[in-house]
């Protein structure tokens, strides 16, 4: 009997089908749109990028000029920026700048900051679903459900949201640049940094370990598909404005010098006056020595060992007493997932309980410093997650760089 191959055409209830998830995904995006525009004032890491984007199409105005700043504290602040308040300085490459152009066509600046919202609240979603594909885990459904939730509703990504930050489009980029990296997908690896080399207080550490780790394999492809992208986002760049690489660099110089934002060395020494500075540079120096030595591992780490590091590098960054934002540390999703992953899959039945409560802790220990308004909490509040992060990976180290599981293991496990 002669069977014949499945068709490959769709069938009407294929249709019917995408028509149905299209109809639910533009309904709830417009739902989120609305929801959106009831947010409190806010919004500058947008705002600074829609401003300057729509300045310079329509009025010609350098986007790193000193009127960008002034016109996005007015939209944030009604007024000049206070002391300790972020100044909203554009320090973002020219040649990124496009991807703001479709918002700056919008002249209503909360109309552009709400639909922008919806698109990092969707990119969150994407981050806490890669987050969990990346670890390689058949996570319980129940646990699943709850990842997603505090992956969403978490102080960090709520942050996030409220001050669009394109961190959470980044993290999903980061995660999308790792499960390319798994897959073999390097000319997309590839693109993916090219379009992330921006807000190098996130991942800068990560960049360059991907970059090292794709040279000294050999992946010419990832080169290739970095260098093409970002050849032709800058040759754009310099074709609609020539002179733009000077004042960009200007404008990172004196968002260096604001005052405004986290660092270890700032949060320990409003924490511990009389040994905070020493602490900082112990906590920096021993990050840099750590990162060094997975670093130099890299050339003949497997995967899992590349994972890992990565999802360190990640938690490092906001330690290496560069001045960075809370909203910044959403991010690391990415090693939370292995963190729970590993600690569930190891010691299974007390494993979940343990998972259950590290995730609480986590959930719950920002939101309740938040709104009990402890001395410190911003300080505290900033530390505290890469920190545990940091624990976190070290502790289960030894399990995620093991080869899968042998046959005495399963048999521990049953046990």
């Not at 199409?57 to 944030?76: A, K, N, T």
């Not at 949201?161 to 980029?173: F, K, N, Q, T």
């Not at 074709?239 to 934002?261: K, V």
């Not at 040994?275 to 997975?294: H, N, S």
């Amino acid at each position: 009997m002669n069977f014949q191959p499945p068709s490959k055409s769709l069938t009407r209830r294929d249709y019917q089908f995408i028509a149905l998830v299209s109809i639910l995904f533009l309904a709830v995006s417009t739902g989120l749109v609305f929801a959106n525009l009831s947010l409190p004032r806010g919004g500058g890491d947008f705002l600074v990028h829609w401003a300057g984007a729509r300045g310079f199409l329509f009025e010609r105005v350098d986007p790193y000029s000193g009127e960008i700043p002034v016109r996005v504290q007015r939209l944030v602040y009604e007024d000049s920026a206070g002391a300790g308040d972020e100044p909203y300085i554009l320090d973002s490459p020219f040649h990124l700048l496009p991807f703001y152009y479709p918002f700056a066509l919008l002249s209503d600046p909360q109309v552009a900051r709400a639909i922008y919202a919806m698109l990092l609240e969707w990119a969150l979603i994407g981050l806490a679903l890669l987050s969990l594909r990346l670890t390689g885990w058949e996570a319980p459904r129940w646990f699943a459900v709850l990842f997603f939730l505090f992956c969403v509703l978490n102080f960090y990504a709520f942050r996030a949201v409220l001050e669009a930050s394109p961190v959470l489009l980044l993290g999903l980029i980061y995660a999308g640049m790792l499960l390319a990296h798994q897959t073999g997908q390097d000319e997309l690896l590839g693109a993916l940094m090219a379009v992330s080399v921006y807000y190098w207080e996130v991942g800068l550490p990560f960049l360059l370990m991907v970059a090292w780790r794709s040279y000294k394999e050999g992946r010419v492809r990832v080169l290739a598909g970095f260098f093409m992208l970002s050849f032709v986002l800058l040759a754009m760049s310099f074709l609609t404005y020539p002179n733009w690489l000077i004042p960009y660099l200007r404008a990172g110089m004196n968002n260096l010098r604001a005052d405004f934002g986290f660092s270890t060395f700032a949060s320990l020494e409003l924490i511990l006056p009389s040994y905070g500075r020493i602490l900082a540079w112990v906590v920096t120096v021993v990050l840099v020595v750590a990162l060094g030595y997975e670093w130099n591992a890299l050339p003949s780490a497997d995967d899992r060992r590349f994972y890992w590091t990565a999802c360190l590098a990640l938690a490092s960054a906001p330690l290496l007493g560069f001045r960075t934002e809370m909203e910044h540390l959403a991010v690391l999703v990415i090693p939370l997932a292995l963190v729970f992953a590993i600690i569930y899959d190891r010691w299974k039945r007390a494993g979940a309980v343990f998972t259950v409560l590290l995730l609480l802790v986590v959930f719950g220990l920002p939101w309740a410093a938040y709104f009990l308004a402890l001395p410190r909490y911003g300080e505290v509040t900033f530390l505290f997650l890469p920190l545990f992060t940091i624990i976190g990976l070290y502790w289960i180290r030894w399990w995620a760089l093991r080869p899968p599981r042998v046959w005495a293991d399963l048999a521990a496990r049953q046990s």
